[in-house]
């Protein structure tokens, strides 16, 4: 693999990461472009120095980073000691994907990284709004559960 790969990866990791980033940082949430940047140009990192050995490396790396990446995100999950509210699953949910979506560009899938990335965006910027929909529509009971 050539230099301009390995730059065209790392920097496809990041523009992932950033994009996700850019996505939680304009919404209030405790990560944003720097950190899920971060976390795309390490997972193509952590891929592309194993690539050479071939599959069985790059698998043990990949379950590695998947694994290894929910502590990141366990750190922006918060319970409210009041009530059952827990915050910050979506921007967690963010960092695990930006490891899964790094890693991919890290071994050059670019038909995985493409349409996941355009499925990831469109969730996280039509979702609040049809949950919202959804709730106007169709709102819960007082035992919790939906009508119906």
Not at 31 to 60: E, I, K, N, P
Not at 100 to 105: E, K, M, P, Q, Y
């Amino acid at each position: 693999m050539d230099t301009l790969e390995i730059i065209l990866r790392l920097a496809a990791a990041a523009l992932a990461g950033a994009a996700l980033g850019l996505n939680r940082d304009l919404r209030g949430k405790p990560t944003g472009v720097r950190t899920l940047g971060l976390v795309g140009v390490g997972s193509a990192a952590a891929v592309l120095s194993v690539a050479h050995f071939g599959g069985d490396a790059v698998s043990r790396v990949i379950q590695g980073i998947v694994t290894g990446i929910g502590f990141l995100g366990a750190g922006v999950i918060v319970r409210n000691n009041v009530g059952k509210e827990v915050h910050g699953l979506t921007t967690a949910a963010c960092v695990w994907l930006t490891a899964c979506a790094g890693a991919a560009c890290g071994t050059g899938r670019w038909p995985v990284v493409l349409p996941t990335m355009g499925i990831v965006l469109v969730i996280l910027i039509f979702g609040g709004p049809f949950e919202r929909w959804v709730r106007r529509h169709w709102p819960e009971s007082d035992d919790g559960s939906t009508p119906g």
